[in-house]
């Protein structure tokens, strides 16, 4: 179990997801750890400042962050920010120790997209973005840090997952021994290819 007190935030992925969500958030808890979920209704809410704010708060307030890419990407959009990529952009700023977990369909279709090309050298536009919104492969081009050379990359593991006990093997994995924890929270984080 891990040490009392840890908190640690589950980003705000939500929409279509809510069951696996709660069986993550519960996985987590069982584990000992104070689980911030927007969800799950446990980041305190300031109602004088915008839903964004106070999830990048509960960024700010976490030891520990856990990232879920999904091939939807979200409602939680304002203006041109999306909260769970502006969580996961913050998360990474701080240098808060994370993970992240990333659906199939998102590399699939990074891969896919890569292969396509149009005769007449248009981008295909995806108008129907309840399938797939082409916006989680930045997402996911973003934690793998896919903008730094491959030699200096540190910190861009993205756990494929389809199924619900595919995320759990990995969060058990990451999460269950308290002394692995314990020894991230102690360390400072490497410069990134070291």
């Excluded at 082409?134 to 730094?148: C, G, L, M, T, W």
Aim: with cysteine; glycine share 6%.
């Amino acid at each position: 179990m891990a040490k009392k007190g840890i908190k640690i935030m589950v980003g705000s992925t939500v929409y279509g997801f809510e069951d696996q969500l709660s069986q993550i958030v519960a996985q987590l808890n069982t584990l000992g750890y104070t689980v911030l979920n927007s969800h799950h209704g446990s980041i305190k809410v300031n109602p004088h400042v915008s839903n964004l704010d106070n999830c990048l708060k509960a960024v700010e307030e976490c030891d520990l962050f856990l990232g879920i890419i999904r091939p939807y990407y979200g409602t939680g959009n304002i203006g041109d920010k999306n909260i769970t990529f502006e969580e996961i952009k913050k998360a990474i700023e701080l240098k808060k120790p994370y993970w992240f977990l990333v659906h199939r369909d998102v590399i699939f279709a990074r891969n896919l997209f890569k292969k396509i090309k149009m005769k007449s050298g248009d981008e295909i536009v995806i108008e129907d973005n309840k399938l797939f919104d082409k916006r989680s492969i930045d997402i996911y081009e973003y934690i793998i840090k896919n903008h730094v050379p491959v030699t200096l990359r540190n910190g861009n593991w993205a756990q494929e997952f389809y199924r619900l006990d595919e995320m759990m093997v990995y969060i058990n994995a990451q999460f269950t021994d308290k002394d692995f924890i314990n020894e991230i929270l102690s360390q400072k984080p490497n410069e990134d290819g070291k």
